[in-house]
């Protein structure tokens, strides 16, 4: 079944550390996004990209950063300089434009 | 500054009626406009889109109506189902553009259907 996938779905992380989410798809997509979801907020665009080894920053870039070494898998990385990181982050992926996007799982962050 | 905007946070319809779901936005570079239904601790899942060249698109109980000059769109669930109780999101791109530089998102309306 082809799909995309986070993992893990809830983490836990100390304040100062980095953490890294992972994001995965066999859809064969050329473009993969990441987006944070706050309570009463939509979804807003940290990162995206359009090709492999290519990305670009978002409207909240600030405090993350991706790679994208592989089609298949856009890691996102939250660095201790993202001073509120605690958000459900939400990968997708679509295969041009962001033409009816597939959303993975989620995964929800918490920083205690 | 909001680009598309959702000013209902919150909508409860009876099991059976009309649930009208309502989109703005201000950007006029915006030509693909995109309903995503959300349940809780889950990730989006596409329902409908339209494209700025049509005014209506239909998919089984649920239709989209665009109205260009208003840069306003609205959702359509008839009759509405408990199952349709989930936050609704407006998206919104530009096409033309030919970028997939990401969808931008309205705030979500939690769509409540009661018994």
């Known amino acids: 079944d082809g799909g995309i996938t986070q993992s893990p779905k809830y983490l836990f992380r100390k304040e100062g550390q980095n953490v890294t989410l992972s994001c995965e798809q066999n859809?064969?997509?050329?473009?993969m996004y990441w987006y944070r979801q706050d309570p009463g907020q939509g979804l807003r665009l940290i990162y995206y990209?359009?090709?492999?080894?290519?990305?670009q920053k978002g409207d909240i870039a600030e405090g993350y950063s991706v790679s994208r070494e592989k089609k298949e898998s856009f890691p996102l990385t939250v660095t201790s300089a993202q001073k509120n990181p605690t958000a459900f982050y939400l990968c997708?992926?679509?295969?041009?434009?962001?033409?009816?996007?597939?959303f993975g799982q989620g995964t929800r962050l918490t920083v205690v | 500054d909001q680009q598309v905007k959702q000013n209902s946070p919150s909508l409860s319809v009876q099991e059976g009626r009309i649930s009208i779901l309502n989109c703005d936005y201000t950007?006029?570079?915006?030509?693909?406009f995109l309903w995503y239904k959300k349940y809780p601790a889950e990730g989006p899942t596409f329902l409908i889109s339209?494209?700025?060249?049509?005014d209506k698109n239909e998919d089984g109980r649920f239709t989209v109506f665009l109205n260009k000059s208003a840069k306003h769109l609205s959702l359509h669930i008839v009759p509405s189902q408990p199952g349709d109780s989930a936050v609704y999101f407006c998206?919104?791109?530009?096409?033309?553009?030919?970028?997939?530089?990401?969808?931008?998102f309205g705030k979500g309306t939690h769509l409540i259907i009661q018994p």
């Open positions: 997708a992926s679509s295969r041009g434009t962001a033409l009816q996007a597939f």
């Open positions: 859809l064969n997509h050329d473009a």
């Open positions: 998206a919104a791109n530009m096409y033309s553009g030919g970028g997939a530089d990401g969808l931008t």
């Open positions: 339209i494209s700025s060249i049509k």
């Open positions: 950007n006029s570079m915006f030509d693909y």
């Open positions: 990209s359009q090709i492999v080894n290519d990305f």
